[in-house]
C-alpha cells in the first residue's frame, strides 16, 4: 500500500469534488481547534444568555454596558482558553443610550453611567451604575461596547455564529470515535471470519445478521438509554451500531486475498496466523474500508444531529448543530428562520464534504482503470 499512495494521491487530486470535499473538511477541523478563540462568544459552550435580545435577525446591533460581575473570575492559560473557552469577566446588559453623571462635591465615588437600558422593542428602563461598578477601570469609554450578530441570536440571546463554530467540534467528534470504534470491531471480526471460516465465520456473521435486521435507529436510542444521556455515551452508541459495514467489506475482502500466492508463501515459511493477517493481508484489503469509513462520518454526523434533535444525544448548553435546530426550528414559520437555516446548512455542507471524499477515494482505489 505504501508503493500505490503516491499513485492513489495523484488519482484523488484529479477528482475535483473531492477536492472540495478535503478543503470543507480542513476548513472544518481549523474551526473546531480554534473555535473558542475565532467565536465572536468565547465563554465555555458559548453560553453568554441575554434574553432581551432573543431571537433576532441575523446582522443584528446592539450597544452592551460591560458591569462586574459580583464574584471574581480567575484568568485562564492559552491551552485552557482553547479547549474550554473563557468565563466573561462581565455582565453584558443591552443598552439604548447613556450619559455620565458626576455628583457635584461628592467625590468621584458617586459618580455614576446612567443608561436606558433595552428591555424589549420599544420598552426601555432607566438605570444608573456607579463607575466602580463598571469593566474596563471605570471608564465608560471601555464599558460600552456595540456587538453586531452576524447569524442573530436564538430564543435565548446567544449568538447562533458562536454556537455554531464551536457545535463543529461535537461533529467531528462523534464522526471520529464512531469510525475508530467501527473500525476497530469491524475489521477484527470481519478478519476473522474471512481467514479462518468455517464455524468462526458461521458464528461471526450469524451476529452480523442479528446486528443488521435491527434498524439503526432503534438500536442507538436502546444503546443510548443503556448508557444515558451525554456528550460521550451518544459517540459510543453510533459507534456500536456501523461496524457491520466494515465487517461484511473485510470479510468478503479477506476471503479473496487469503487464496493468494504472496499468503501460501508466508504459511509455507511458518509465520503465524495473526502475522498473516495483520501483516500481509490487511494492509491489501484496506482500500474499500476506508471508503465505508468516509460514508460512516458522514452517516454519524446525521445520526448524531437526529439524536440531539430528539434530546437523546448532546445536551444543553453544549452546542450541538441538532440541538440547535430543536430549540429554534419554531421560527422556521415565523420572522427569523435563519435560526434553525444556519446548523442545517452547516450539517448539510460537512455531509456532502465527507461523501465527496468518500467517492473520491473510491475512484482513486478503483484498480480496474
Given amino acids: 500500500?505504501?508503493?500505490?499512495?503516491?499513485?492513489?494521491?495523484?488519482?484523488?487530486?484529479?477528482?475535483?469534488?473531492?477536492?472540495f470535499g478535503i478543503c470543507l473538511i480542513g476548513l472544518a477541523v481549523f474551526i473546531a481547534v480554534t473555535a473558542y478563540l475565532i467565536a465572536p462568544d468565547?465563554?465555555?459552550?458559548?453560553?453568554?444568555?441575554?434574553?432581551?435580545?432573543?431571537?433576532r435577525k441575523p446582522g443584528f446591533t446592539q450597544?452592551?454596558?460591560?458591569?462586574?460581575?459580583?464574584k471574581q473570575v480567575l484568568p485562564v492559560s492559552f491551552l485552557q482558553?482553547?479547549?474550554?473557552?473563557?468565563?466573561?469577566?462581565?455582565?453584558?446588559?443591552?443598552?439604548?443610550s447613556y450619559e455620565k453623571k458626576t455628583a457635584a462635591g461628592q467625590g468621584m465615588d458617586r459618580d455614576s453611567l446612567v443608561v436606558d437600558q433595552f428591555i424589549d422593542e420599544?420598552?426601555?428602563a432607566r438605570t444608573a451604575f456607579p463607575l466602580t461598578a463598571l469593566?474596563?477601570?471605570?471608564?465608560?469609554?471601555k464599558a460600552i461596547v456595540q456587538r453586531t450578530f452576524r447569524l442573530g441570536t436564538d430564543k435565548y440571546g446567544r449568538d447562533i455564529?458562536?454556537?455554531?463554530?464551536?457545535g463543529v467540534r461535537v461533529s467531528l467528534a462523534v464522526g471520529l470515535i464512531t469510525v475508530l470504534i467501527s473500525l476497530s470491531i469491524g475489521v477484527l471480526l470481519g478478519a476473522l471470519a474471512g481467514y479462518f471460516g468455517g464455524k468462526t465465520d458461521n458464528i461471526i456473521m450469524w451476529f452480523i445478521n442479528v446486528i443488521w435486521s435491527i434498524p439503526t435507529l432503534l438500536l442507538v436510542f436502546a444503546i443510548t438509554l443503556m448508557l444515558g444521556k451525554g456528550f460521550w455515551q451518544v459517540f459510543i452508541a453510533i459507534g456500536l451500531t456501523m461496524w457491520v459495514n466494515v465487517a461484511r467489506i473485510v470479510?468478503?475482502?479477506?476471503?479473496?486475498l487469503r487464496e493468494k500466492e504472496y499468503v501460501e508463501a508466508a504459511r509455507a515459511l511458518g509465520f503465524g496466523d495473526i502475522r498473516i493477517i495483520v501483516r500481509h493481508i490487511l494492509p491489501n484489503a484496506m482500500g474499500p474500508v476506508w471508503v465505508v469509513a468516509a460514508s460512516n462520518f458522514a452517516s454519524a454526523i446525521v445520526i448524531e444531529a437526529g439524536l440531539s434533535f430528539l434530546g437523546i444525544g448532546v445536551q444543553p448548553p453544549q452546542p450541538s448543530w441538532g440541538l440547535m435546530i430543536k430549540e429554534n426550528y419554531n421560527f422556521i414559520i415565523t420572522h427569523n428562520p435563519m435560526l434553525a437555516l444556519a446548523p442545517g446548512l452547516a450539517i448539510m455542507l460537512l455531509v456532502l464534504a465527507f461523501n465527496l471524499l468518500g467517492n473520491g477515494l473510491r475512484d482513486a482505489l478503483d484498480v480496474r482503470d
Avoid at 81 to 96: A, K, M, W, Y
Avoid at 161 to 166: F, V
Fill in 42 to 55: 468565547p465563554s465555555p459552550d458559548a453560553n453568554r444568555m441575554i434574553v432581551e435580545i432573543g431571537g
Fill in 63 to 70: 450597544l452592551f454596558l460591560c458591569v462586574k460581575k459580583e
Fill in 161 to 166: 455564529l458562536s454556537r455554531l463554530l464551536i
Fill in 1 to 19: 500500500m505504501n508503493k500505490q499512495s503516491p499513485v492513489i494521491w495523484r488519482r484523488l487530486k484529479k477528482n475535483k469534488g473531492a477536492i
Fill in 251 to 256: 470479510r468478503g475482502q479477506i476471503l479473496t
Fill in 122 to 124: 420599544g420598552v426601555e
Fill in 81 to 96: 482558553r482553547l479547549v474550554g473557552g473563557r468565563e466573561d469577566s462581565c455582565i453584558f446588559v443591552p443598552v439604548n
Fill in 135 to 141: 469593566c474596563g477601570d471605570g471608564d465608560p469609554a
